[in-house]
Each structure stands twice: as structure tokens, then as C-alpha cells.
């Protein structure tokens, strides 16, 4: 049987469901490969061994028993530092927020856990959920497997590499301006940025509450898709969670999407592309293409507005909520979250709320346009190499939110606009590192875009691609 | 309503009041002038980014336009 380390989140469930696998082999396998990674990645800042492998001879005494949790029962998970749990302290990747109280548990978490999953640990990230790089000095800067010197991407840092690495089968990250497609792109992975109100964010960190969505990074659309339909759904200690139901049977993934228009990525987007990433983009059109997808130029207004827009209420939010930690613990911050933020204090109340006011109107203006001539836009995410960690360790003041606005171009723009975008891996440069793309769709178009994702994997085999363990001595 | 007109060059002497009048923040020069700069580009993109004129717009229509503009999911 394969090792157990190296299967998906619905490739585990299926082998602990039929008997070939017992959760807490499962378990261990997880812990034996988080074991060897996280010395060259420092993707985990807390693990929970002994919980994990206790809560796995729960689970395969109920399976004995023909007690099932659900569709993720024995699957090990861990996700990003940023959920509340009980008897859990979490840091945000700060060095100030474990040291708070804890709100109530998390649903998005409890969710996964009632369906049976396992959490393994708690992943590294960017501090305050506020980087795009992975670059975290209160734990230790987040490391890519495909190439320890390179970013992981960031928010959700820790996230991409533990899935990546093969140490965990799947991650929850959030994405208020990138975090969990940026990250997915960069270590290889499908990281699905729902559309805001589908997963709940209660317990969760804010980073600017209009903004944020929590959401998978796996290594398949379709384990996206099992774990979208477990944390999905109304929660009323969010109230901006949608009651639309996630379908709850995989088999929609299998649907063919022949016939389905897709719109190509406008030119302009293209333009400063690599010649390495415009081919790999080009290819991945061919093969969605060949699937019998429609595909065709079409007009996409500008997204330097909507960055704009959701720049100007990701500071202001993001000022808001860190004032009182800005003023008595300035020292416990790093210099690129301290800086990004400041300029929140300074953003007229009347521009917020412009943003905030005309955000309904630019949508139905975005979707008008785009989404009757097509039902999924393709988009860029990265449109160079994922860089080096040296490269972007940026401390000057100044330089802070050019590199920011380079790395998050084509992401911020979806979470003003509040809808679904994934990324989508589509093969390795040259120098072995992931390229992917990035595809949109109309509000609560989550299973199209994961059953295209799919399709487009069945067909090619990207994901299939593993790390190898690099010598300690190169990963410095 | 109009929307506001773009905001002219901010002098960094006000971020520094600002900073320290309103949200208890001390602001050397060189960081006031960074700051002066980057806030007047916000404001200048945000600026070019609205609509001549607009007056029956609330941030909770934007849940509602999420729903309006879904359409029917697979596997339902």
C-alpha cells in the first residue's frame, strides 16, 4: 500500500473506511513525515501528538464499532495558528496573541473535527495574517519544500508547506488579500478562496473583517472539495455566512464540463508575465480546452480599482483592531506589520466608507460583464518565479508596499469583489518551482471552479509531483 | 452624492498630528513623509476608482448582491 504520508484527504478517507488503514497508522505516518520536514520547513509551531494519536484510537474504536463521524473520520489534519480551540492557546503568528483570552472554539475547525478529521498541530504563518511571503521573526521564517531558500507564500505559509511536504494530507488557511492562494501557488496546491459568508469566520483572527474567508489548501480539487463541504454552511456567530447549501456528494466533481465558457486571462494581465509562466498559463488553457471548455478572449474592467478599494479598508480595518497592541507593544511587532498597518490611522473615515458603500455596486457591475459572457474566468497569480526569502525580506519602510502590491496584484482584487477564486498548480519551471493559475467565478461558484480543478488534474498529474527531503545543510 | 474629489498632496506635518493628536502615535519626519506619500496614493486611486455620482448605496448591499448574482450550484 502506498505510504500512508503520502495520500490525499480523500484517498485516506477512503482506505480508514474500507478497512485497509487505521487512523492511528494514519496519524503516525503524519507524525513520522512532520518529523522529518519540519527541521527543513518550520511549517508547525505547535504540535499535538499525543491528543492526535489519542483521538485516532477514538476513531478506529468507533469504526470497529461501525460508529462513523463522517466523511473525514482518521483523516489527520492542521491548519494555520489563527483558530480558537479550547484548552488551546493560538498566536496568530504574533508574539502578543497567545497571551489573550480565547473566544468560543473556532466552527470552521470544530466543523472538520466532526466529520472526523484529526488536527494534528497548528501551522506557522505570517504574523498577524499580514504578509505575503511567509516571513514570520517571533517563529522563524516559513520555508518552501520545493526550494528551502524560497518564500512559502504567505499568510497561510505554514499551510502550504505542511501540504506540500506531505506532513499533513490538508490545511484550513484564510485570505483576505492572497493568503491562501498565494501560498498555494508557490508550494504546488489547489487553495480554494471561497466566496465571503460560505465558511464562518468566528473564533477565527480578523485581518479586516470584510474581507477575510477561510478555506482549504490540499493538494487535489477534490480534497478541497471534502473539506469545503465540511466547514461550509450558516453559522450565526457570523452572520455573514450564507445558508446556500455545499453539496455534500463528491460525485458532482465528475460532471463534464464540456461546454462550459471559459474566459481567457485578458492580455494586459499577461504582459510582464515569464516566458515560462505564459507558456505553462497557455498549456493549462489547451487542456481545459481539450476537456471541451469554450474557451475565448473577454472583456475584464481593470482590477486597479477594486486593489485600491480593498487596500484602503484592509489598512483601515486592519488599524482598527491593532491600535491598542500599535501603542503599549510597538516592540512586539515586526517592522513590515507595523508599517503596513499604519497607514490605516491616517485613511479618511469618508474614503472607508466610500469603499465599503460602493463595493455592492462595482460587483454586479464585475459579474454583469464578465460572468454572462463566461462561467470562469482564468487569471494570473504569480507572474515571475516564487522568490527567495533574502529577496523579500524587507525591512525598509518605503519598499514595504510596492513588494506587497507586486505579490498580491491579482489576488487582492477577488476578496474586494467577495468572489470564489482558486488557485490551480500547472507544473514547475525550470528550476523545479510551482507555477499555477488562478480561476474565478460568480458568487458561491465554489463547485464549478473545484469541478473544472478537477478535471484539469485528471487530465495532467501536476499534484502527483512530491518534494524530495532536501540535506538539513541547504536549508540553512 | 458627489463623490469626494481627489485629496491634494498631504503635508507630513499632519500625519505627524494626526499620529500623535488623535491616535497617540509619535512619528519621526522620514517616517511621516513615507507615510504622507503612501496615503496620498490611496487616496488618489481610491479617487479615480468612484463613480461621478452615487447616492443609494449601503455596505450591506453587498451580502445581498453576493446572493442576487449566484446562480444555481452544481450538484444541487
Known amino acids: 500500500m502506498t505510504d500512508p504520508a503520502l495520500m490525499g484527504v480523500a484517498e485516506l478517507a477512503g482506505a480508514i473506511r474500507g478497512g485497509q488503514l487505521s487512523a492511528v497508522e494514519a496519524t503516525r505516518a503524519a507524525l513520522d513525515r512532520i518529523a522529518a520536514w519540519q527541521p527543513v520547513v518550520n511549517a508547525f509551531v505547535r504540535l499535538e501528538a499525543d491528543a492526535a494519536l489519542a483521538r485516532a484510537a477514538d476513531l478506529d474504536r468507533d469504526?470497529?464499532?461501525?460508529?462513523?463521524?463522517?466523511?473525514?473520520?482518521?483523516?489527520?489534519?492542521?491548519?494555520?495558528?489563527?483558530?480558537?480551540?479550547?484548552?488551546?492557546?493560538?498566536?496568530?503568528?504574533?508574539?502578543?496573541?497567545?497571551?489573550?483570552?480565547?473566544?468560543?472554539?473556532?466552527?470552521?475547525?470544530?466543523?472538520?473535527?466532526?466529520?472526523?478529521?484529526?488536527?494534528?498541530?497548528?501551522?506557522?504563518?505570517?504574523?498577524?495574517?499580514?504578509?505575503?511571503?511567509?516571513?514570520?521573526?517571533?517563529?522563524?521564517?516559513?520555508?518552501?519544500?520545493?526550494?528551502?531558500?524560497?518564500?512559502?507564500?504567505?499568510?497561510?505559509?505554514?499551510?502550504?508547506?505542511?501540504?506540500?511536504?506531505?506532513?499533513?494530507?490538508?490545511?484550513?488557511?484564510?485570505?483576505?488579500?492572497?493568503?491562501?492562494?498565494?501560498?498555494?501557488?508557490?508550494?504546488?496546491?489547489?487553495?480554494?478562496?471561497?466566496?465571503?459568508?460560505?465558511?464562518?469566520?468566528?473564533?477565527?483572527?480578523?485581518?479586516?473583517?470584510?474581507?477575510?474567508?477561510?478555506?482549504?489548501?490540499?493538494?487535489?480539487?477534490?480534497?478541497?472539495?471534502?473539506?469545503?463541504?465540511?466547514?461550509?454552511?450558516?453559522?450565526?456567530?457570523?452572520?455573514?455566512?450564507?445558508?446556500?447549501?455545499?453539496?455534500?456528494?463528491?460525485?458532482?466533481?465528475?460532471?463534464?464540463?464540456?461546454?462550459?465558457?471559459?474566459?481567457?486571462?485578458?492580455?494586459?494581465?499577461m504582459a510582464d508575465a515569464t516566458d515560462e509562466v505564459t507558456a505553462a498559463v497557455a498549456a493549462a488553457m489547451a487542456v481545459l480546452a481539450d476537456l471541451g471548455m469554450a474557451a475565448a478572449p473577454v472583456a475584464v474592467p481593470s482590477l486597479d480599482p477594486f486593489f485600491a478599494l480593498g487596500d484602503a479598508i484592509s489598512k483601515s480595518e486592519a488599524a482598527a483592531a491593532h491600535g491598542a497592541w500599535m501603542r503599549s507593544r510597538p516592540q512586539d511587532y515586526s517592522v513590515h506589520v507595523y508599517s503596513r498597518t499604519e497607514a490605516g490611522f491616517h485613511i479618511p473615515a469618508t474614503r472607508y466608507l466610500e469603499a465599503t458603500a460602493?463595493?455592492?455596486?462595482?460587483?454586479?457591475?464585475?459579474?454583469?460583464?464578465?460572468?454572462?459572457?463566461?462561467?470562469?474566468?482564468?487569471?494570473?497569480?504569480?507572474?515571475?518565479?516564487?522568490?527567495?526569502?533574502?529577496?523579500?525580506?524587507?525591512?525598509?519602510?518605503?519598499?514595504?508596499?510596492?513588494?506587497?502590491?507586486?505579490?498580491?496584484?491579482?489576488?487582492?482584487?477577488?476578496?474586494?469583489?467577495?468572489?470564489?477564486?482558486?488557485?490551480?498548480?500547472?507544473?514547475?519551471?525550470?528550476?523545479?518551482?510551482?507555477?499555477?493559475v488562478q480561476l474565478v467565478g460568480r458568487p458561491f461558484a465554489e463547485p464549478l471552479l473545484l469541478r473544472v480543478a478537477h478535471q484539469y488534474q485528471q487530465a495532467t498529474g501536476w499534484h502527483r509531483r512530491v518534494p524530495a527531503l532536501p540535506a538539513l545543510a541547504t536549508a540553512g | 452624492m458627489p463623490s469626494d474629489a481627489p485629496s491634494p498632496p498631504i503635508d507630513p506635518a499632519l500625519i505627524q498630528q494626526q499620529g500623535r493628536q488623535l491616535h497617540g502615535f509619535a512619528l519621526g519626519d522620514a517616517r511621516a513623509t513615507e507615510l504622507a506619500i503612501e496615503v496620498a496614493r490611496i487616496q488618489e486611486r481610491m479617487a479615480a476608482a468612484m463613480p461621478d455620482f452615487w447616492f443609494f448605496d449601503e455596505p450591506v448591499q453587498f451580502l445581498a448582491e453576493l446572493d442576487a448574482l449566484a446562480c444555481a450550484e452544481d450538484g444541487q
Open chain 1, 63 to 269: 469504526a470497529a464499532a461501525g460508529r462513523w463521524a463522517g466523511p473525514l473520520h482518521g483523516v489527520p489534519l492542521a491548519h494555520k495558528d489563527m483558530f480558537a480551540r479550547a484548552g488551546s492557546a493560538m498566536t496568530g503568528g504574533s508574539a502578543i496573541l497567545a497571551a489573550q483570552p480565547q473566544p468560543e472554539p473556532a466552527p470552521a475547525v470544530a466543523r472538520l473535527e466532526a466529520a472526523g478529521a484529526i488536527t494534528l498541530g497548528w501551522l506557522n504563518m505570517s504574523e498577524f495574517a499580514a504578509g505575503p511571503t511567509g516571513h514570520n521573526i517571533h517563529f522563524g521564517h516559513n520555508r518552501n519544500p520545493w526550494d528551502p531558500a524560497r518564500v512559502t507564500g504567505g499568510s497561510s505559509a505554514g499551510s502550504g508547506a505542511a501540504v506540500a511536504a506531505r506532513m499533513v494530507a490538508g490545511a484550513l488557511g484564510s485570505d483576505t488579500g492572497g493568503s491562501i492562494r498565494l501560498p498555494a501557488a508557490m508550494n504546488g496546491l489547489v487553495g480554494l478562496k471561497p466566496t465571503y459568508g460560505r465558511i464562518s469566520r468566528a473564533g477565527s483572527m480578523p485581518r479586516a473583517w470584510s474581507l477575510d474567508t477561510i478555506g482549504p489548501l490540499t493538494r487535489t480539487a477534490a480534497d478541497a472539495a471534502l473539506m469545503t463541504a465540511a466547514a461550509a454552511g450558516h453559522d450565526p456567530r457570523d452572520p455573514t455566512t450564507t445558508r446556500r447549501p455545499f453539496p455534500q456528494d463528491p460525485a458532482f466533481l465528475e460532471r463534464p464540463v464540456a461546454g462550459l465558457r471559459l474566459g481567457l486571462p485578458p492580455g494586459d494581465w
Open chain 1, 358 to 436: 460602493l463595493r455592492g455596486r462595482f460587483l454586479r457591475q464585475f459579474v454583469e460583464t464578465v460572468f454572462t459572457e463566461v462561467d470562469v474566468l482564468a487569471a494570473p497569480i504569480l507572474t515571475f518565479p516564487v522568490p527567495t526569502i533574502a529577496e523579500t525580506d524587507e525591512e525598509h519602510t518605503a519598499a514595504i508596499p510596492a513588494m506587497v502590491a507586486r505579490l498580491t496584484r491579482y489576488t487582492r482584487p477577488f476578496n474586494y469583489l467577495g468572489l470564489p477564486a482558486l488557485a490551480l498548480p500547472i507544473g514547475f519551471d525550470a528550476a523545479g518551482l510551482p507555477m499555477a
